[in-house]
């Protein structure tokens, strides 16, 4: 069965340094979607994207942090300057369209900023 | 405002029993309606999605929704220890597909 994959599993970095997390989402899915959780929180939202572009963004989605699609497979999310309290368990997610608005979620990268 | 409350528990039940979830959420235009389960440091991972008033079956497990009162419910019935995870209720707005959480529900199941 197709499943979105993400890597790292597990990140360590020093705060004030970049860090990409990548995910490969499901192959037929058009719809990408980065989420983060903070250890004991809720699963919070953080950017939507579609056709090579951003669909939506949260609140918590600043200038630090971008997405790109480099290529036909993966899908990045990229911090430019950690602060702590990025520290986080990241889960990328994918949906194959408005038709059938499941998503199916990668299994997480846990980034701690030090 | 809390756009997807639930209540965070701990909810316990016994082995065979019936475990039920509730959630309410408060944007009207809400469309769809998922309950993922997210065992410990894991992912979440979908259980059911509805999107219409009324129940919807799938195995043990019967999501109910009623838009008027804005809330969805999951019952899990013939509860396994297995189940003992937390619940998260999802929402998705008119035209939008990105999903707003509730905080969870964590479940116990007692052998």
């Known amino acids: 069965e197709p499943e979105v994959t993400q890597t790292p599993s597990h990140q360590v970095t020093q705060m004030g340094q970049e860090v990409i997390l990548r995910c490969v989402p499901i192959s037929n899915h058009l719809y990408f979607y980065w989420y983060r959780q903070i250890l004991g929180q809720k699963v919070e939202f953080l950017v939507s994207?579609?056709?090579?572009?951003?669909?939506?963004k949260s609140e918590i989605f600043d200038d630090q942090f971008s997405v790109e699609r480099p290529d036909g497979s993966n899908f990045t999310l990229k911090i430019r300057s950690t602060k702590l309290e990025d520290s986080a368990m990241y889960f990328c997610?994918?949906?194959?369209?408005?038709?059938?608005?499941?998503?199916?979620f990668g299994p997480g990268t846990r980034l701690l900023v030090l | 405002q809390k756009e997807v409350e639930q209540n965070s528990g701990p909810l316990s039940v016994p082995e065979g029993a019936i475990a039920s979830l509730n959630c309410t959420y408060s944007?009207?235009?809400?469309?769809?309606f998922f309950w993922y389960r997210q065992y410990s440091g894991k992912s979440p991972e979908l259980i059911m999605s509805?999107?219409?008033?009324g129940d919807k079956e799938d195995g043990r497990f019967t999501a109910q929704l009623n838009k008027a009162s804005q809330y969805v419910s999951l019952l899990i019935r013939d509860s396994q220890p297995s189940d003992s995870a937390t619940y998260l209720c999802?929402?998705?707005?008119?035209?939008?597909?990105?999903?707003?959480f509730g905080a969870g529900t964590r479940l116990t199941v007692k052998p």
């Open positions: 509805i999107y219409s008033n």
């Open positions: 999802a929402v998705t707005l008119f035209n939008n597909n990105d999903m707003r």
């Open positions: 944007d009207r235009v809400s469309q769809s």
């Open positions: 994207f579609y056709n090579n572009e951003i669909s939506e």
């Open positions: 997610a994918s949906m194959v369209g408005r038709s059938q608005e499941t998503q199916y």
